[in-house]
């Protein structure tokens, strides 16, 4: 059983940065990728970031690219949020995704394991 905890959510100005992070316990973090979802009020949760086992494979979806970084060591994952955008207010959650593939950057919510409970970002215009 693998438990997830996000922190580093706040209140921020538009244009503002935030750096969330998410560590992990209770499992061999190196056997997940991971990824990083959010869900606004009213709205479905959707996909933000994810990266593979290896580190090295990355991918983003295109309303957070070029602004969001996603990045992992040990047993934590982080996800660097710059030029931020009142549209970007959500709860942000971390999600471990158990796959043999080293370089798999899994983009689908249904089939991460293990979740976080949430950290909110609100970001004011």
């Known amino acids: 059983q693998v438990q997830l905890v996000e922190s580093g959510g706040g209140l921020v100005q538009a244009g503002g940065s935030l750096r969330l992070s998410c560590a992990a316990s209770?499992?061999?973090?190196?056997?997940?990728?991971m990824g990083w979802f959010r869900q606004a009020p009213g709205k479905e949760r959707e996909f933000v970031a994810t990266i593979s086992r290896s580190g090295s494979i990355t991918y983003y979806a295109d309303s957070v690219k070029g602004r969001f970084t996603i990045s992992r060591d040990n047993a934590k994952i982080y996800l660097q949020m710059n030029s931020l955008k009142p549209e970007d207010t959500a709860v942000y959650y971390c999600?471990?995704?158990?796959?043999?593939?080293?370089?798999?950057?899994?983009?689908?919510?249904?089939?991460?394991?293990?979740w976080g409970q949430g950290t909110q970002v609100t970001v004011s215009s």
């Open positions: 999600a471990a995704y158990y796959t043999s593939r080293f370089y798999y950057t899994p983009q689908a919510g249904p089939g991460y394991n293990y």
């Open positions: 209770g499992g061999t973090f190196s056997n997940y990728a």
